[in-house]
C-alpha cells in the first residue's frame, strides 16, 4: 500500500485532520447540524467530499472561520503540518471597544465597604451629585 495523499477527502476528517476541531466526532456533529458551507452551499452529510480549492465556512467557538483547501493528509499530524493544509481567509477580529468602567470609586483590597460620610466626599470629589 502506497502512502499517496488523497485527491480529495470527507468533510469531517478533512476538519479534523486540519485541527480545526479537536475530535472527528466534534466534526461531525457540526457537519451534520449543517453549521459547514463548501463554496457557499450548506451541506448535512459528513461524507461529503472537499476537493482542493474548496472554500469552507463553518463556525469555531465565537468565530465564523473561512478557511481554503490546498491539501489532504492521510493522517491528523502536528499542528505545522495541518497548517498547511489549509489557507485562513478569515477576516481579521476588529478591535473591541473598550467599555468605560464604572464610576465606582476604587478601594484598597480588605478596606471594606465605604462609610457613608467616606461614600459622599468620593462623590463629591468625582463631582457626581454637586451641592
Known amino acids: 500500500m502506497e502512502n499517496q495523499k488523497p485527491e480529495s477527502q470527507r468533510i ?4 479534523w485532520h486540519a485541527r480545526f476541531f479537536k475530535t472527528r466526532s466534534l466534526s461531525t456533529k457540526t457537519c ?9 452551499q450548506k451541506f448535512t452529510k459528513a461524507k461529503t467530499s472537499v476537493v482542493i480549492g474548496d472554500v469552507l465556512t463553518f ?4 468565530v465564523i472561520r473561512i478557511a481554503k483547501v490546498l491539501g489532504f493528509n492521510i493522517r491528523r499530524g ?13 477576516p481579521p477580529r476588529e478591535e473591541t ?4 468602567k464604572s464610576k465606582v ?3 484598597d483590597k480588605g478596606a471594606g465597604r465605604p462609610t457613608k460620610s467616606e ?7 468625582k463631582n457626581i451629585f454637586p451641592d
Open 12 to 15: 469531517d476528517i478533512w476538519l
Open 32 to 40: 451534520r447540524a449543517g453549521k459547514v458551507r463548501i463554496n457557499g
Open 59 to 62: 463556525p469555531q467557538a465565537n
Open 78 to 90: 502536528p499542528a505545522p503540518e495541518a497548517q498547511l493544509l489549509y489557507l485562513d481567509m478569515t
Open 97 to 100: 471597544i473598550k467599555i468605560e
Open 105 to 107: 470609586a476604587r478601594r
Open 119 to 125: 461614600r459622599r466626599a468620593t462623590d463629591k470629589l
